[in-house]
């Protein structure tokens, strides 16, 4: 018998199940976050991430989708594993620095009368270049015309160490849609053949210069209720296409992020992002005898 011990957290209702893996870790985590993300019949959550040893930070975030692929970056995450870290005494610190596949990113945690109630992440530099998001494209992918479902879409392609395509409304009409017809909608942009790596779809309605209203369709989890790195991705977009300041409030179906593209000064061209983080509930739960592994030093 292999008792997993999870904590359930969320940022802006973007919710995970978290489990610290130091010393021994689930033998199949892809197939975990599967069954477990399940909100019928396991847990319920967008995916499953796992805090483990690092050699180059002071922790590693190892992140799996709802589908079991695997996640190279969540904002809202990333705040999460960094308020665990620091509560259960596996970096009792603050600034930190967490390692993700998308590299290493610094977390500044924000207290209230002694308790964590979110973070500030340095989310790095934007990736700009096709190529490199990756597009089907060279250059710069700005208020580029796309072709979808016989449609012809403008987007912006931006990386923050994951790929997002960032599509302006001028309405509200993408936040009345039924759930089933933004899934079909959000499935055409993730699996279009423009995008190699598939894509997360962000779909903004620009309220101010100062307040972007987004909804987000995440690839291999679907919609989401807040996703950290597409909220960065749209207001980095905004200020490309000349729609936003450079600080602008991103509103989500599950809260606000208070995002920042800096210009200058120490730190620039740097995004960062503010939000909370909450833990919801922590379990354990039987996964057999051959469902964990040790962790080799």
């Known amino acids: 018998m292999a008792i997993l011990e999870f904590t359930k957290m969320h940022g802006c209702g973007n919710d995970y199940i978290y489990i610290v893996a130091l010393k021994s870790r689930p033998a199949d985590p892809a197939a975990l976050a599967v069954r477990l993300s ?5 847990i319920g959550a967008d995916g499953l991430i796992m805090l483990a040893p690092s050699k180059s930070g002071d922790v590693r975030m190892e992140m799996y989708n709802a589908d079991g692929s695997r996640g190279d970056m969540c904002g809202n995450g990333i705040r999460c594993v960094a308020r665990l870290a620091y509560e259960r005494g596996i970096a009792r610190k603050s600034p930190m620095v967490v390692e993700t596949d998308a590299g290493l990113k610094t977390i500044g945690l924000n207290f209230e009368s002694g308790t964590i109630t979110g973070a500030t992440v340095d989310m790095g530099e934007p990736i700009l270049e096709g190529r490199e998001i990756p ?15 016989g ?3 403008t987007i912006t392609a931006v990386s923050m160490g994951n790929p997002h ?5 001028r309405d509200d009409a993408i936040h009345k849609l039924e759930v089933s017809e933004f899934a079909r909608l959000g499935r055409l942009f993730e699996t279009h053949p423009f995008f190699p790596r598939r894509v997360n779809a ?6 101010s210069r100062t307040h972007l209203k987004m909804r987000v369709w995440e690839r291999g989890s679907g919609e989401t209720l807040a996703c950290g790195t597409g909220a960065c991705a ?3 977009a905004a200020v490309l296409t000349g729609r936003a300041e450079r600080k602008a409030t991103v509103e989500l179906r599950g809260g606000n992020l208070e995002i920042e593209w800096r210009e200058r000064g120490a730190g620039a061209n740097h995004v960062l992002m503010t939000g909370n983080a ?3 509930f922590t379990g354990a739960i039987d996964l057999g005898a051959a469902g964990m592994v040790a962790v080799n030093d």
Do not use: K, M, N
Request: glycine letters at 4%.
């Open 38 to 42: 399940d909100r019928h019949f396991g």
């Open 135 to 149: 597009v089907a494209a060279a250059g710069s992918i700005v208020d580029y015309p796309l072709e979808i479902a």
């Open 151 to 153: 449609r012809r879409e």
């Open 165 to 169: 395509c960032v599509v302006f409304t």
């Open 202 to 207: 962000e779909f903004i309605q620009p309220i």
């Open 234 to 236: 749209a207001l980095v």
């Open 278 to 280: 909450v833990e919801v």
